[in-house]
Antibody
Framework: EVQLLESGGGLVQPGGSLRLSCAAS????????MSWVRQAPGKGLEWLSF????????NYTDSVKGRFTISRDNSKNTLYLQMNSLRAEDSAVYFC???????????WGQGTLVTVSS | DIVMTQSPDSLAVSLGERATINCKSS????????????LAWYQQRPGQPPKLLIY???IRESGVPDRFSGSGSGTDFTLTISTLQAEDVAVYYC?????????FGQGTKVEIK
Protein backbone atom coordinates (compact mmCIF):
# COMPACT_ATOMS: atom_id res chain seq x y z
CA GLU A 1 0.00 0.00 0.00
CA VAL A 2 1.34 3.38 -1.01
CA GLN A 3 1.74 5.77 1.91
CA LEU A 4 2.98 9.35 1.98
CA LEU A 5 3.42 11.02 5.36
CA GLU A 6 4.30 14.69 5.61
CA SER A 7 5.87 16.32 8.64
CA GLY A 8 7.63 19.51 9.62
CA GLY A 9 4.81 22.00 9.49
CA GLY A 10 4.14 24.53 12.20
CA LEU A 11 4.06 28.19 13.14
CA VAL A 12 6.89 30.36 11.80
CA GLN A 13 7.45 34.11 11.73
CA PRO A 14 7.52 36.06 8.47
CA GLY A 15 10.99 35.84 6.95
CA GLY A 16 11.66 32.55 8.69
CA SER A 17 12.43 29.09 7.35
CA LEU A 18 10.95 25.63 7.59
CA ARG A 19 11.78 22.25 6.11
CA LEU A 20 9.00 19.86 5.27
CA SER A 21 9.54 16.13 4.87
CA CYS A 22 7.47 13.45 3.16
CA ALA A 23 8.20 9.83 4.02
CA ALA A 24 7.17 7.45 1.27
CA SER A 25 6.50 3.73 1.38
CA UNK A 26 4.78 1.02 -0.65
CA UNK A 27 6.43 1.78 -3.99
CA UNK A 28 9.88 2.09 -5.54
CA UNK A 29 10.45 5.69 -4.49
CA UNK A 30 13.48 6.36 -6.71
CA UNK A 31 11.55 5.40 -9.84
CA UNK A 32 8.99 8.17 -9.56
CA UNK A 33 8.91 11.92 -9.73
CA MET A 34 7.33 13.65 -6.77
CA SER A 35 5.63 16.98 -6.25
CA TRP A 36 4.58 19.44 -3.57
CA VAL A 37 1.12 21.00 -3.77
CA ARG A 38 -0.36 23.47 -1.29
CA GLN A 39 -3.82 24.64 -0.32
CA ALA A 40 -4.39 27.91 1.50
CA PRO A 41 -7.27 27.88 4.01
CA GLY A 42 -10.57 27.68 2.15
CA LYS A 43 -8.82 27.95 -1.22
CA GLY A 44 -7.93 25.72 -4.14
CA LEU A 45 -4.91 23.61 -5.01
CA GLU A 46 -1.62 25.13 -6.15
CA TRP A 47 1.21 23.01 -7.56
CA LEU A 48 4.54 24.24 -6.24
CA SER A 49 7.38 22.06 -7.42
CA PHE A 50 8.40 18.69 -8.78
CA UNK A 51 11.57 16.64 -8.71
CA UNK A 52 12.48 13.74 -10.97
CA UNK A 53 13.13 10.27 -9.63
CA UNK A 54 16.89 10.72 -9.72
CA UNK A 55 16.68 14.23 -8.34
CA UNK A 56 18.41 15.65 -11.37
CA UNK A 57 15.50 17.67 -12.67
CA UNK A 58 13.33 20.14 -10.79
CA ASN A 59 10.83 22.85 -11.57
CA TYR A 60 8.97 25.48 -9.54
CA THR A 61 6.00 27.74 -9.82
CA ASP A 62 6.93 31.41 -10.01
CA SER A 63 5.59 32.33 -6.56
CA VAL A 64 8.14 30.13 -4.77
CA LYS A 65 11.07 30.10 -7.21
CA GLY A 66 14.22 31.28 -5.45
CA ARG A 67 12.69 30.82 -1.98
CA PHE A 68 11.78 27.13 -1.89
CA THR A 69 14.01 24.17 -2.74
CA ILE A 70 12.79 20.66 -3.43
CA SER A 71 15.09 17.70 -2.84
CA ARG A 72 14.95 14.00 -2.13
CA ASP A 73 16.97 11.29 -0.43
CA ASN A 74 16.25 8.05 -2.25
CA SER A 75 18.21 6.06 0.34
CA LYS A 76 15.67 7.24 2.94
CA ASN A 77 12.60 7.25 0.66
CA THR A 78 12.02 10.84 1.69
CA LEU A 79 11.06 14.01 -0.15
CA TYR A 80 11.86 17.46 1.22
CA LEU A 81 10.81 21.05 0.74
CA GLN A 82 13.09 23.70 2.18
CA MET A 83 11.13 26.93 2.54
CA ASN A 84 12.97 30.20 3.14
CA SER A 85 11.87 33.84 3.35
CA LEU A 86 8.38 32.76 4.29
CA ARG A 87 5.48 35.16 3.86
CA ALA A 88 1.98 35.28 5.30
CA GLU A 89 0.61 34.17 1.93
CA ASP A 90 2.61 30.93 2.22
CA SER A 91 0.28 29.82 5.02
CA ALA A 92 -1.36 26.63 3.79
CA VAL A 93 -1.63 22.90 4.06
CA TYR A 94 1.27 21.40 2.14
CA PHE A 95 0.74 18.05 0.43
CA CYS A 96 3.31 15.79 -1.13
CA UNK A 97 2.05 13.85 -4.11
CA UNK A 98 3.38 11.07 -6.28
CA UNK A 99 3.42 12.39 -9.79
CA UNK A 100 4.83 15.19 -11.81
CA UNK A 101 4.23 17.06 -14.97
CA UNK A 102 3.10 14.73 -17.77
CA UNK A 103 1.53 12.26 -15.30
CA UNK A 104 -1.37 12.76 -12.87
CA UNK A 105 -0.97 12.79 -9.08
CA UNK A 106 -2.15 9.32 -8.17
CA UNK A 107 -1.28 9.36 -4.44
CA TRP A 108 -1.34 12.19 -1.91
CA GLY A 109 -0.26 12.55 1.68
CA GLN A 110 -2.57 13.86 4.39
CA GLY A 111 -0.81 17.22 4.41
CA THR A 112 1.03 19.33 6.98
CA LEU A 113 -0.10 22.80 8.05
CA VAL A 114 2.27 25.75 7.77
CA THR A 115 1.25 29.02 9.41
CA VAL A 116 3.33 32.13 8.81
CA SER A 117 2.48 34.76 11.37
CA SER A 118 4.09 37.05 13.90
CA ASP B 1 0.90 28.74 -17.67
CA ILE B 2 -2.38 27.17 -18.75
CA VAL B 3 -5.43 28.60 -16.98
CA MET B 4 -8.09 26.07 -16.02
CA THR B 5 -11.59 27.46 -15.49
CA GLN B 6 -14.35 25.37 -13.95
CA SER B 7 -18.08 25.99 -14.00
CA PRO B 8 -20.11 26.27 -11.96
CA ASP B 9 -18.31 27.23 -8.75
CA SER B 10 -20.90 25.26 -6.81
CA LEU B 11 -23.98 23.18 -7.43
CA ALA B 12 -26.65 21.50 -5.36
CA VAL B 13 -28.12 18.27 -6.69
CA SER B 14 -30.75 15.93 -5.28
CA LEU B 15 -29.70 12.46 -4.26
CA GLY B 16 -29.89 10.11 -7.24
CA GLU B 17 -29.77 12.95 -9.75
CA ARG B 18 -27.02 13.87 -12.21
CA ALA B 19 -24.25 16.36 -11.48
CA THR B 20 -22.23 17.90 -14.29
CA ILE B 21 -19.05 19.94 -13.90
CA ASN B 22 -17.30 21.69 -16.75
CA CYS B 23 -13.64 22.55 -17.15
CA LYS B 24 -12.10 24.73 -19.84
CA SER B 25 -8.38 25.13 -20.48
CA SER B 26 -6.84 28.26 -21.97
CA UNK B 27 -4.97 26.13 -24.47
CA UNK B 28 -5.32 22.59 -25.77
CA UNK B 29 -4.08 19.77 -23.54
CA UNK B 30 -4.38 17.23 -26.36
CA UNK B 31 -0.94 15.90 -27.29
CA UNK B 32 -1.06 15.11 -30.97
CA UNK B 33 1.70 12.51 -30.98
CA UNK B 34 -0.27 10.10 -28.76
CA UNK B 35 -3.79 11.58 -29.12
CA UNK B 36 -4.13 11.80 -25.32
CA UNK B 37 -5.69 14.60 -23.33
CA UNK B 38 -3.51 15.44 -20.31
CA LEU B 39 -6.47 16.18 -18.07
CA ALA B 40 -7.32 14.76 -14.64
CA TRP B 41 -10.18 15.13 -12.17
CA TYR B 42 -9.78 14.98 -8.39
CA GLN B 43 -12.27 14.72 -5.54
CA GLN B 44 -11.54 16.37 -2.20
CA ARG B 45 -13.86 15.55 0.64
CA PRO B 46 -13.86 17.86 3.68
CA GLY B 47 -10.70 17.49 5.73
CA GLN B 48 -9.17 15.01 3.29
CA PRO B 49 -6.44 15.20 0.66
CA PRO B 50 -7.45 15.15 -2.99
CA LYS B 51 -8.13 11.79 -4.58
CA LEU B 52 -7.53 11.01 -8.24
CA LEU B 53 -10.79 10.08 -9.98
CA ILE B 54 -10.17 10.37 -13.71
CA TYR B 55 -7.05 10.70 -15.86
CA UNK B 56 -6.43 11.01 -19.61
CA UNK B 57 -9.76 12.89 -19.47
CA UNK B 58 -11.89 9.74 -19.38
CA ILE B 59 -10.10 6.85 -17.67
CA ARG B 60 -11.41 6.01 -14.22
CA GLU B 61 -8.79 5.35 -11.57
CA SER B 62 -8.94 1.87 -10.06
CA GLY B 63 -11.67 1.62 -7.43
CA VAL B 64 -13.59 4.69 -8.55
CA PRO B 65 -17.33 3.96 -8.91
CA ASP B 66 -18.63 3.87 -12.46
CA ARG B 67 -21.14 6.64 -11.73
CA PHE B 68 -18.17 8.96 -12.27
CA SER B 69 -17.29 9.61 -15.91
CA GLY B 70 -15.13 12.08 -17.77
CA SER B 71 -15.41 13.34 -21.32
CA GLY B 72 -14.12 16.01 -23.64
CA SER B 73 -11.06 16.81 -25.69
CA GLY B 74 -8.76 19.68 -26.52
CA THR B 75 -9.89 22.54 -24.29
CA ASP B 76 -13.35 21.50 -23.04
CA PHE B 77 -13.97 18.76 -20.53
CA THR B 78 -16.79 17.46 -18.35
CA LEU B 79 -17.03 15.39 -15.18
CA THR B 80 -20.39 13.70 -14.72
CA ILE B 81 -21.73 12.00 -11.61
CA SER B 82 -24.64 10.01 -12.99
CA THR B 83 -26.53 9.36 -9.75
CA LEU B 84 -25.37 11.51 -6.84
CA GLN B 85 -24.72 9.72 -3.56
CA ALA B 86 -24.30 11.29 -0.13
CA GLU B 87 -20.60 10.39 -0.09
CA ASP B 88 -20.04 12.42 -3.26
CA VAL B 89 -20.33 15.70 -1.36
CA ALA B 90 -16.93 17.22 -2.04
CA VAL B 91 -15.00 19.78 -4.03
CA TYR B 92 -13.95 18.60 -7.47
CA TYR B 93 -10.90 19.91 -9.31
CA CYS B 94 -9.74 19.52 -12.87
CA UNK B 95 -6.02 19.64 -13.56
CA UNK B 96 -3.89 19.77 -16.68
CA UNK B 97 -0.67 17.82 -16.64
CA UNK B 98 0.27 18.71 -20.20
CA UNK B 99 2.86 21.28 -19.18
CA UNK B 100 5.86 21.10 -16.87
CA UNK B 101 4.02 23.49 -14.52
CA UNK B 102 0.65 21.78 -13.99
CA UNK B 103 -2.34 23.87 -13.01
CA PHE B 104 -5.67 23.20 -11.32
CA GLY B 105 -9.10 24.65 -11.81
CA GLN B 106 -10.54 26.70 -8.97
CA GLY B 107 -12.76 23.86 -7.81
CA THR B 108 -16.48 23.09 -7.89
CA LYS B 109 -18.31 22.39 -4.64
CA VAL B 110 -21.02 19.72 -4.92
CA GLU B 111 -23.72 19.65 -2.25
CA ILE B 112 -26.98 17.82 -1.69
CA LYS B 113 -30.15 19.74 -2.49
Amino acid sequence: EVQLLESGGGLVQPGGSLRLSCAASGFTFSAYAMSWVRQAPGKGLEWLSFISGSGGRTNYTDSVKGRFTISRDNSKNTLYLQMNSLRAEDSAVYFCAKGAPRVPFDYWGQGTLVTVSS
Amino acid sequence: DIVMTQSPDSLAVSLGERATINCKSSQSVLYSSNNKNYLAWYQQRPGQPPKLLIYWASIRESGVPDRFSGSGSGTDFTLTISTLQAEDVAVYYCQEYYTTRPTFGQGTKVEIK
